[in-house]
């Protein structure tokens, strides 16, 4: 998958050419943006629960799967809302350890979006 990931450290990712200490979203322009947290916090009162609004900020149209990097321990969840979401979008979720969902990142093909928390 383009753009690779290079490098990913607790608090830091490298991908696409740019060096960020922030949650990413990479879409299927390979273009890498800041995550919109904000819209998960604003209703759980944290990021490690990714809200129905932020779903729908994160799918594109023709995206058949998204990865989430979950963090280094494993913290980020799927709201229900947004787990209904996406299913009745058609869009697959992989959700694995930060570490391991770059390097599954890496290794893809297809319309593939992905979504990596960088802390816990």
Not at 16 to 35: A, M, P, Q, S, Y
Not at 95 to 113: D, E, F, Q
Request: glycine residues 10%.
């Amino acid at each position: 998958m383009e753009p690779q990931i290079k490098v990913i450290r607790f608090g830091m990712v490298k991908a696409g050419g740019k060096t960020v200490k922030h949650d990413i979203l990479i879409g299927l322009d390979g273009e890498v943006r800041k995550r919109k947290k904000r819209l998960s916090k604003e209703v759980y009162g944290t990021s490690h629960t990714i809200s129905l609004a932020e779903a729908r900020a994160i799918l594109e149209e023709g995206a058949d799967t998204l990865i989430i990097g979950t963090g280094h321990f494993d913290r980020v969840r799927l709201s229900r809302e947004a787990e209904e979401y996406l299913a009745k979008e058609h869009c697959a979720v992989e959700m694995l350890p930060t570490r391991k969902a770059a390097k599954h990142w890496n290794r893809s093909k297809g319309n593939v979006i992905g979504v990596f928390h960088i802390t816990c």
